[in-house]
């Protein structure tokens, strides 16, 4: 089975939604949105990656305006990093009950089967571009590819068990198709891209104010820019923001554009998470209160990721404490700084694991605690188990 390797992933927040990209041998960006509910500021930067030894930095911080409110901003630079292998991603933020796809992810026999028709198939998919860089011409992509990526989409929010009954728009596709030429081309991310930047064209800019933004090279068809806004991992996503957009509850409508790698351009993919039909509705019935990643039954390890996350609508984390074991051992826990904007309320922590160390061929059950979760004045506690395992072993 394939195994997602992630080597360097630098995440800028901007205004809406956003996801990064990457460069050398191999190259990943991740930038995420962020929707503003008030007055207050915007981490919007664009990230910057070319040349052999590529570096990304540095990064504004900008003025934008979101859903018609002010936000402000100061320049601020990032020191610039040199990257051997990298990838950059961008996310947007958003905001009844509807299922396509359901699972039992406490059977371990249903969560790899799962995995096997709806992740996997994606390694295996031709792009079948049709547009052409130096012409700004953003072209299509292949039905079968698209269907790939949108059960990938599918398969995260099954395994959280939020509703997975997912479409991708076309008219999300389309203007989606044009942000990510504009990523390409222009070998940077943002949210906020204006009319000096090559191939613009005011859908692309729309669409780059909606969605996850990536960009990654060298990969071939290893890597996808929507795996890297699920790991969120990298200094700037600690916030996983990328992956509160996705796997957002009440989201029915997405849209996904990818170019792929030519020549000294960078593949690129922006995925439309704003659904501006339903981010204001009511918040479906999920199959539990709160939305986490792992998420509680049986995960692959391929999909675990570094920083695991717990999202409750509305809650308060600010004294929140988790306590993690395996195996009767206490595992410690690093705790990221907790940021608003992204999807729901969330926490993320990052586990002392050292997975190198665990035979590959054996499950791994790890027990979650989670305490002080106050919502409407009340402190909640909750409890669960991920046992993560590998598909190409046998229980």
Request: glycine share 8%; aromatic share 12%; proline share 6%.
């Amino acid at each position: 089975m394939r195994r997602f390797s992630a080597f360097l992933i630098l995440a800028v927040f901007a205004a809406w939604l956003p996801v990064q990209p990457a460069h050398d041998v191999k190259a990943v960006a991740n930038t995420t949105p962020r929707l503003l509910w008030g007055s207050g500021s915007s981490d919007s930067a664009t990230c910057y990656v070319g040349g052999k030894n590529s570096e990304c930095g540095p990064a504004l911080i900008a003025k934008d305006r979101v859903r018609g409110r002010r936000t402000s901003g100061q320049a601020q630079e990032i020191n610039p990093i040199t990257i051997e292998q990298d990838r950059i991603v961008f996310l947007p933020f958003l905001w009844q009950n509807y299922y396509d796809l359901r699972v039992d992810i406490q059977d371990r026999a249903a969560s790899q089967k799962l995995y096997e028709q709806y992740y996997l198939p994606f390694f295996d998919a031709e792009i079948q571009w049709t547009g052409n860089h130096d012409n700004c011409n953003a072209g299509s992509t292949g039905e079968g590819y698209r269907d790939t990526l949108l059960r990938l989409v599918k398969y995260f929010r099954a395994m959280a068990g939020v509703p997975a009954d997912i479409t991708f728009s076309e008219a999300y596709n389309s203007k989606a198709q044009q942000a990510a030429l504009m990523m390409s081309v222009n070998r940077q991310l943002s949210h906020m891209p204006d009319m000096s930047w090559q191939c613009y064209t005011d859908a692309g800019a729309e669409a780059a104010q909606h969605a996850n933004l990536s960009l990654w090279y060298g990969y071939g068809k290893e890597y996808h820019g929507i795996l890297g806004q699920m790991a969120d991992d990298g200094a700037y996503n600690s916030a996983v923001g990328h992956r509160r957009w996705i796997l957002y509850p009440q989201t029915r409508h997405m849209g996904s554009g990818d170019v792929p790698e030519r020549g000294q351009y960078y593949a690129a993919n922006a995925l439309w998470v704003i659904d501006e039909d339903t981010i204001w509705g009511p918040r479906p019935r999920t199959r539990h209160p709160f939305v986490v990643w792992p998420p509680p039954g049986y995960v692959p390890r391929q999909v675990t990721f570094g920083r695991w996350s717990f999202s409750y609508d509305e809650a308060d984390f600010s004294n929140t404490t988790i306590t993690m074991s395996r195996a009767g051992s206490a595992v410690a826990v690093r705790f990221e700084p907790i940021r608003s904007g992204f999807g729901e309320n969330t926490i993320v922590w990052v586990p002392a694991i050292d997975w190198d160390g665990l035979p590959p061929d054996q499950d791994h059950r790890f027990h979650v605690e989670v305490r002080n979760v106050v919502k409407d004045g009340t402190a909640h506690k909750f409890e669960y188990a991920v046992t993560v395992f590998d598909p190409s072993h046998g229980p």
